[in-house]
């Protein structure tokens, strides 16, 4: 039986909709009616048998829609509606600039300073220069996603020089911005949602996290045991966040964690209970590690578009980068399967945590670090 049954949803294949066609030109013509792959009426049955099957796929397709497993964009954020979870957007990433000039000088609202690589950032409020020459001034990044995060010492073009405005420069790294929450990223949130009420687990403390737009790594550890262990407190738990406010890492938390379990890391928040009472909730901020890449590939001899696919290999290094969480291992083998396609015979990688130390080995990272990639990081060559 075909369509919707006790056993789900069967689509008729191709072959099943022409065995049909023709059975049914028999009955109507009789059995010696000429139905072969030249004849008009054979070639007409076919086309049609064709866009019929076309029909039943979209037919199928829209069934697994209404499935988180199988659904896909739109019609999986319509799925996760239901238990009130919505796809993260893309954002901005935002930070502070430090400017340096003559005490006195305003810097207007919108005034853009810039990567080297022309990343292009604009502040969101009037600043004036203090006496001591300097002024820390907030920006955004005029692009969304993940280009808006720069390492360190990274803004220092400014884009429209004025008079008294003498250098711009970044003191810390960027971490705000992010790519559209993948159909993948939002079912694993999806799942973990529905522990998100309860307390008192590693899971729910988890799923509490997962609600931060922001947080762009994170790990959650345990010393159940009545001694001190890898500098954890007895009962307690440890947080190490990538990304996120101080509160909003704070108050999920607290929020989640088991009462009269105690809370580690060099970062503390004091959250506020319902009858305002102060509790100290300490965790631990993320250290980020950068990846270095060089990446040797050889093209087949029919390949076009060489400059495109490169561009698409940086842009599968760095979804592979992106995979791997904090603790975990960056390793040489699945880089290459990310990287390999019709249009690349071969390719050779040699990673490092500088460019000094390429090398064509695994990067084991420690539980609080976490990789990151820059585009600038990356070298392709082409062999």
């Known amino acids: 039986m075909f369509g919707l049954s006790e056993k789900g949803f069967k689509r008729k294949l191709y072959s099943d909709i022409e065995n049909d066609l023709f059975i049914r030109a028999k009955d109507m013509f009789g059995n010696d009616i000429n139905l072969s792959e030249r004849s008009p009426l054979g070639i007409f049955l076919r086309v049609i048998a064709w866009s019929l099957s076309l029909i039943w796929q979209v037919a199928e397709k829209t069934y697994h829609q209404g499935h988180l497993s199988s659904a896909e964009g739109l019609s999986l954020d319509y799925v996760c509606e239901k238990a009130d979870i919505y796809r993260f957007p893309a954002l901005k990433a935002t930070g502070e600039v430090k400017f340096t000039g003559k005490a006195g000088k305003k810097i207007y609202k919108g005034?853009?300073?810039?990567?080297?690589?022309?990343?292009?950032?604009?502040?969101?409020?009037?600043?004036?220069?203090?006496?001591?020459?300097?002024?820390?001034?907030?920006?955004?990044?005029?692009?969304?996603?993940?280009?808006?995060?720069?390492?360190?010492?990274?803004?220092?073009?400014?884009?429209?020089?004025?008079?008294?405005?003498?250098?711009?420069?970044?003191?810390?790294?960027?971490?705000?911005?992010?790519?559209?929450?993948?159909?993948?990223?939002?079912?694993?949130?999806?799942?973990?949602?529905?522990?998100?009420?309860?307390?008192?687990?590693?899971?729910?403390?988890?799923?509490?996290?997962?609600?931060?737009?922001?947080?762009?790594?994170?790990?959650?550890?345990?010393?159940?045991?009545?001694?001190?262990?890898?500098?954890?407190?007895?009962?307690?738990?440890?947080?190490?966040?990538?990304?996120?406010?101080?509160?909003?890492?704070?108050?999920?938390?607290?929020?989640?964690?088991?009462?009269?379990?105690?809370?580690?890391?060099?970062?503390?928040?004091?959250?506020?209970?319902?009858?305002?009472?102060?509790?100290?909730?300490?965790?631990?901020?993320?250290?980020?590690?950068?990846?270095?890449?060089?990446?040797?590939?050889?093209f087949n001899i029919t390949t076009i578009n060489k400059d495109e696919l490169k561009k698409e290999v940086i842009s599968r290094f760095k979804k592979y980068i992106r995979s791997i969480n904090m603790g975990d291992t960056v390793i040489i083998s699945k880089i290459i399967s990310a990287i390999l396609s019709e249009d690349i015979k071969d390719v050779d990688v040699m990673i490092g945590k500088s460019n000094a130390s390429l090398a064509r080995s695994n990067i084991t990272l420690l539980d609080e670090e976490v990789p990151t990639v820059m585009d600038e990081n990356i070298t392709i060559n082409e062999v």
């Open 111 to 298: 005034f853009k300073v810039a990567t080297n690589n022309n990343v292009v950032y604009e502040t969101v409020e009037e600043v004036q220069i203090s006496s001591d020459g300097t002024v820390k001034a907030k920006v955004i990044c005029t692009q969304l996603g993940d280009i808006g995060n720069v390492d360190a010492n990274t803004i220092k073009t400014i884009i429209n020089p004025e008079l008294d405005i003498d250098s711009v420069n970044n003191t810390e790294r960027f971490l705000t911005g992010r790519e559209v929450e993948t159909d993948d990223e939002l079912r694993d949130r999806y799942k973990l949602s529905f522990i998100a009420s309860g307390k008192a687990t590693i899971n729910a403390i988890i799923a509490h996290l997962l609600k931060i737009p922001t947080l762009k790594g994170y790990k959650v550890l345990e010393n159940d045991t009545m001694e001190v262990k890898n500098n954890m407190q007895p009962k307690s738990i440890k947080v190490i966040a990538l990304g996120g406010t101080d509160e909003e890492i704070g108050r999920a938390i607290f929020e989640s964690k088991a009462a009269g379990i105690q809370t580690n890391g060099n970062v503390t928040y004091m959250a506020t209970d319902n009858l305002g009472y102060k509790h100290e909730i300490k965790f631990s901020r993320a250290s980020e590690v950068s990846i270095f890449a060089k990446i040797d590939i050889t």
